[in-house]
């Protein structure tokens, strides 16, 4: 009986330690997922992921940083391109996947060379992520012309 008591205790442990490393967010300084120019499916199939993980850590706060591109799609971008395109992150996250709008955060982090979006997840008390614009806006050229959310909208 002794022996069943210490294994059934043994293995209560495992558990909890197993469970306890399970509930740990990811560590605030890296990255949960980044992606380019890609198609409106592979796009939803990453925020289906960043959802998931997001309800595995309610506490946790979502972060999309965007970063505008010097070029869009083989041309300039027009002014609020970026902004267009990163526009329909949120409501899907919010909309379509339950996530509460106060918990994602998005952030302009400037430009790089291409149109990039990051998805952070950072656990309660911990510093968000930072950004780094790589060129500064100045150096950007855009093309002439208007920009509306709805020029960017995903029919998934």
Known sequence: MKWIGRNS?????LLLSVCVNASSPPRPTSNFDSFGDINCEDESARLDNFAIALQQFPLAQGYIIFYG???????????????????????YLV???????????????????????????????????????????????????????RQFACRV
């Open 9 to 13: 205790f043994v293995v209560l442990i």
């Open 69 to 91: 591109g010097r070029h869009f799609r083989g041309r300039l971008p027009k002014l609020g391109e970026a902004e267009a395109r990163v526009a329909r992150l949120k409501p």
């Open 95 to 149: 909309n379509r996947r339950g996530i509460p709008s106060k918990r994602i955060i998005v952030i302009d982090g400037g430009f790089h060379e291409e149109w990039t979006a990051g998805l952070w997840i950072v656990p309660p008390g911990a510093a968000p992520p930072s950004t780094v614009a790589s060129i500064p806006k100045s150096e950007i050229k855009f093309r002439r012309g208007r920009v509306t959310p």
